[in-house]
């Protein structure tokens, strides 16, 4: 059954490194998404992206955020120069055509900013 | 803003214990409303969904009802096993265009003894 991959599942980081999440998307799908869950909170909505731009960003998808289909297979999320409050769980999701609202999610990236 | 409201956790119940895990959502317009499940070191998978007003969806046992008088969206299990322990989240995807994201209750742990 096909999948979402996320990589790497565990990374640790110093407080203001750069940092880029990789994620591989279900082959035929076309749009794709950001979640994060901070320990013992919400899974909340970061980014949605179609057609190689972003389709929307919720507030805390702020300057320090960018995301990239470099090359029609992985999707990435890269933070800039990470603080100890992006520590969390990352989800990358993929839809594919039809409006049933489904996503399929990968097994997740885990961040600490030490 | 659209928003999903789950009961407190965590749960935690004998085998073949009966289940409820309260759900209610604020949206505008008709969502569709999901239940995913994250088992130990997995990604989140969807459980079951209703796309419309009294929608019934099941899987493995598990059933939830699409009411629009009340808002709600509660899951049910009529006997929970050792495998169902999880994280289970309540969501809802706002049909705002084909892209359209989906927002999460905070989720709730359920844990099962045996």
């Known amino acids: 059954e096909p999948e979402v991959t996320q990589t790497p599942s565990h990374q640790v980081t110093q407080m203001g490194q750069e940092v880029i999440l990789r994620c591989v998307p279900i082959?035929?799908?076309?749009?794709f998404y950001w979640y994060r869950q901070i320990l013992g909170q919400k899974v909340e909505f970061l980014v949605s992206?179609?057609?190689?731009?972003?389709?929307?960003k919720s507030e805390i998808f702020d300057d320090q955020f960018s995301v990239e289909r470099p090359d029609g297979s992985n999707f990435t999320l890269k933070i800039r120069s990470t603080k100890l409050e992006d520590s969390a769980m990352y989800f990358c999701?993929?839809?594919?055509?039809?409006?049933?609202?489904?996503?399929?999610f990968g097994e997740g990236s885990r961040l600490t900013v030490l | 803003g659209d928003s999903v409201t789950q009961m407190e956790g965590p749960v935690t119940l004998s085998e073949e214990a009966f289940l409820t895990i309260n759900c209610t959502y604020t949206?505008?317009?008709?969502?569709?409303l999901f239940w995913y499940v994250q088992y130990p070191g997995e990604g989140l998978q969807l459980l079951l969904k209703a796309t419309k007003a009294d929608d019934k969806g099941s899987n493995k046992g598990f059933e939830a009802t699409y009411r629009k008088e009340t808002t709600s969206f509660h899951l049910e299990k009529g006997s929970v096993q050792v495998s169902d322990s999880a994280v289970y989240f309540c969501a809802l995807s706002d049909h705002s265009g084909a892209n359209s994201k989906l927002t999460f209750g905070k989720g709730i742990t359920l844990s099962v003894r045996p």
């Open positions: 949206a505008t317009g008709y969502p569709s």
């Open positions: 999701a993929s839809k594919g055509l039809g409006n049933t609202g489904e996503l399929f």
């Open positions: 082959s035929n799908h076309l749009y």
């Open positions: 992206f179609y057609n190689n731009e972003i389709s929307e």
